[in-house]
């Protein structure tokens, strides 16, 4: 089994941060493995060329989005989209997380859904919001089978 998870997320008002803590958490104290994660929105701009496994989160922040008017802009988050594409980093990305807030409806989730479509890598789950523990659970097994397989 690989001893690393490498996550580059994107979080802009910390739900997504502070799920990503409580993750980090478990997978260590549960697993012969150290997580790493970088929040894209630290680099404030810049990229750079990631040449080994990671997995991504993305919020969903879409323009008109507030339940009423539907949007499928995505806005605020386009960073982490271009950090992805930059230097090819796309390849080493084995799927994605999405979150958001269910109170969008049809747009639940939807950005890391886009993500998919523009990037070919699965859709590894979804969770709102800050999550539950359960959602920590399901989704630290889940990501550490996806990289068992990518490895493969
Ligand atoms: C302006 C704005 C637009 C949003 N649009 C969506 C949306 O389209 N779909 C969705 O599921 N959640 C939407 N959300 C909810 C966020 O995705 C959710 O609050 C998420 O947990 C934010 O993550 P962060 O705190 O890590 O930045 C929106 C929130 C804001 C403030």
Redesign the pocket.
């Known amino acids: 089994m690989a001893n690393k998870i490498k996550i580059i997320y994107i979080?802009?008002?910390?739900?997504?941060?502070y799920f990503i803590e409580r993750l980090s958490e478990h997978i260590e104290a549960t697993n012969d493995i150290v997580v790493e994660s970088l929040n894209v929105k630290d680099l404030k701009g810049t990229t750079f060329s990631v040449t080994e496994p990671f997995v991504s989160f993305l919020?969903?922040?879409?323009n008109g989005?507030n339940g009423i008017h539907t949007?499928d802009k995505e806005v605020l988050t386009t960073r982490l989209g271009d950090f992805i594409a930059s230097n090819d980093n796309f390849k080493f990305c084995y799927g994605i997380i999405g979150?958001?807030?269910r109170n969008?409806g049809s747009?639940?989730?939807?950005s890391a859904k886009q993500y998919t479509e523009r990037f070919d890598f699965p859709l590894i789950d979804i969770f709102e919001?800050r999550g539950t523990q359960s959602d920590v659970k399901r989704i630290a097994n889940l990501i550490i089978r996806r990289q068992e397989e990518f490895l493969k």
């Open positions: 979080s802009l008002s910390g739900n997504t941060k919020p969903s922040y879409l989005g949007g979150s958001g807030n969008f747009q639940f989730c939807l919001i």
